[in-house]
Structures are given as C-alpha cells and as structure tokens.
C-alpha cells in the first residue's frame, strides 16, 4: 500500500520568502515521488519528479525536492517565493506498479 | 503541440439528467485516466485505461457512473442519472509510460459540472 501525507492544508509566505511544503510518503518498495502543480481553473502540471537517481531533484519554475529515505520525506522548496508561485501543490507517490496516490493538497498563498 | 482536451469545460445540469465528459488524450499516449476534484474529497482516481484497455475502475463510484474509451484518441465518462453530489471538477489525463505510476500525468483543463 502507499499513501502521502502533506502537511498543512495551506501555507503563507511573504514575497522573497523561502518556500517549503512538507510531503511524507509511505511505500512497501522504493517509490517514485511526483510535485504537481494547479492554478486556479486548470489542470495539474508536473514539477519535478523522483526516480531513484539524485536524491535532490530539480523541477521547473526554481523549485526543487529532496528525497530523504530515512524520514520518508520529499518537501518542496523554493528559495525566495513569486507572487507567481501562488497555487495548489500535490505530492504524489507510486510504487511504480501501481497508478499514483495524490496528497490532499497545499495551497500556497503569498503575500507582498 | 495540442495537450489533452476536454469537454465541455462548464456543465449544469439538473438532477436526474445523463451527462456525458469527453476527452481527447495526447497523440501517442497509451495510458489515459479519469479523476474527480472536489474540495472535500480532493483528487480521486475513478478509472485508469491502458491501450484502451480498462484496468482499474475500483474508483468508480457506482453503477451510476460509466466510462468508455474506443480508440486511442477519445474517451467519455458518462453519469446517468446525475446527483447533485456528483458536482465536482473531473479532470482526463493521459501519459506514455511502462509500468504505471512511472510517467508524467498531462492534464486537461477539466470539466466542472454542477448538478443542480
């Protein structure tokens, strides 16, 4: 079985902050770990994506992800946050036999 | 290149009404999923295709809900009879990928339907 569990259902940052959006995982076997993306009405886009290479990962739009084994972890980080950045994050975890199991989502809020 | 295409984007219906979500996944994509957003509930997987083939419909909520997919470039979830219960936000998605879990998902813009 695998599930995710994201932690904070919203978060607030202040322009130039650092952003971090937290993601724990739970897998039987080594997982593959996924980032998505929503803005308001569209679709989820990927942001980065973990399959057992680098253990930091490097996604689109400045954000990256460390994949740490031994907290079952994979958080989201930003270093300095855009008014562009605002939206909704999903982590999501597969076994790589099964189809993805989505979190319940962070919604990223960021002020000026 | 054009992503996967949905529609129509905007649906109200009134209870007791069949409705019927198209999707056009990505040329060359094997693998083509139907998923359900609602602000309670989140983002559920309701059926997964692989080579128009389905495998998992374990997510499909009822008899309610039925979903096809007759060749590679076209795929319908249909909901006969509506409930109010059943407004929500269903995104199609697709993807190339091996074994499942492993490739990016693409997402439409997705279909909000409201059941009145």
């Known amino acids: 079985a695998q599930s995710v569990t994201q932690l904070g259902s919203h978060v607030s940052v202040s322009e130039g902050a650092l952003v971090l959006l937290r993601c724990n995982y739970s897998?039987?076997?080594?997982?593959?770990l996924f980032w998505y993306v929503q803005y308001p009405n569209q679709g989820l886009q990927l942001l980065l994506k973990?399959?057992?290479?680098?253990?930091l990962v490097k996604g689109i739009n400045g954000f990256e992800a460390e994949f740490k084994k031994s907290e079952t972890s994979f958080h989201l980080t930003k270093p300095s946050a855009h008014m562009s950045d605002a939206a909704e994050y999903f982590c999501?975890?597969?076994?790589?036999?099964?189809?993805?199991?989505f979190g319940k989502g962070t919604m990223l809020l960021v002020s000026p | 290149d054009a992503g996967v295409i949905q529609s129509p984007r905007h649906e109200v219906t009134e209870m007791g009404q069949e409705v019927t979500l198209r999707c056009k996944p990505i040329?060359?994509?094997?693998?083509l999923f139907w998923y359900r957003q609602t602000m309670m509930r989140g983002l559920e997987l309701l059926i997964y295709?692989?080579?128009?083939?389905?495998?998992?419909d374990s997510g499909m909520p009822e008899d309610r809900f039925s979903a096809k997919m007759p060749n590679a470039s076209f795929s319908t979830l249909k909901i006969q009879p509506s409930e109010p219960r059943d407004s929500a936000v269903y995104f199609c998605?697709?993807?190339?990928?091996?074994?499942?879990?492993?490739?990016?998902?693409?997402f439409g813009e997705g279909s909000r339907l409201t059941v009145l």
């Open positions: 295709f692989n080579n128009n083939v389905p495998i998992d």
């Open positions: 973990y399959t057992s290479a680098a253990t």
């Open positions: 998605a697709s993807s190339l990928q091996g074994r499942p879990g492993t490739g990016e998902l693409f």
């Open positions: 999501a975890v597969s076994s790589g036999y099964s189809t993805l199991t």
């Open positions: 040329s060359g994509h094997n693998s």
């Open positions: 897998s039987s076997v080594p997982p593959y």
